[in-house]
Each structure stands twice: as C-alpha cells, then as structure tokens.
C-alpha cells in the first residue's frame, strides 16, 4: 500500500500549485482522503477531507478559499489545489486516506505518504 504526493516546488506569494497524491497496493475509492501538513517546529496541522465520493468536503479555516481538494477515484488520485500562496504555507504536505471516514484528526488516517516540499517566497 503505497501513497505518492507530487507538485510541490519553490513558487512565489500570490502564486498556485496542484499537488498530487497517487494511491497504489489497494483501492482507496471508498476511503476518505486527507491532506495535512507539517512545518519546522510545529505540530502536523490538518488542511483539508474530502469523502469518499467527493460529496463532502471540509477544510482548515487558514485555506479555506483558497485551497481546494478534490479526487478522482478512477485514477485513484486526490488532489489539492493552491491558490494565493502565502509564505506562511511553506511546509511538507502530506496525503493521508481513513478507512473510517473524514476527519480533522490526523490520528484517524490508516495510510500516509511521504510528503512534498511546498515553499512560499515573500
């Protein structure tokens, strides 16, 4: 079981990113799915779920706005979308699928990937 984030990159305030989040090993059509992340210093803060078909969706107060997320379970892949990117997003971005169903609370997730990189030039 395996999940994969890809997208982020070195990009400026202002500016957007989609990250990505392959899922291999099983089906994740029927999980819900997560994003989070994890800055220097600082606990891992949850950003956004999204259920299993996309029906729901529900996001931290802090990206509300500008961050969307979004899956295709065809393709078993979720993504999130960044817009208007702040310095203060800078950090490893983490996907994450719960078997149990969406939820703020990182502990609840089943499966994570390995992070990737976003950093926000001022």
């Known amino acids: 079981v395996q999940l994969v984030e890809s997208g982020g990159r070195l990009v400026q305030a202002g500016g957007s990113l989609r990250l990505s989040c392959a899922a291999s090993?099983?089906?994740?059509?029927?999980?819900?799915m997560g994003w989070f992340l994890h800055s220097p210093g600082k606990e891992r803060e949850f950003v956004a779920a999204?259920?299993?078909?996309?029906?729901?969706?529900f996001y931290a107060d802090s990206v509300k706005g500008r961050f969307t997320i979004s899956r295709d379970n065809a393709k078993n892949t979720e993504y999130l979308q960044m817009n208007s990117l702040k310095p203060e997003d800078t950090a490893v971005y983490y996907c994450?699928?719960?078997?149990?169903?969406?939820?703020?609370?990182?502990?609840?997730?089943?499966?994570w990937g390995q992070g990737t990189q976003v950093t926000v030039s001022s």
């Open positions: 994450a699928a719960n078997t149990r169903g969406s939820s703020y609370e990182g502990n609840d997730y089943d499966y």
């Open positions: 999204i259920n299993w078909s996309g029906s729901s969706r």
């Open positions: 090993g099983r089906i994740f059509s029927r999980d819900a």
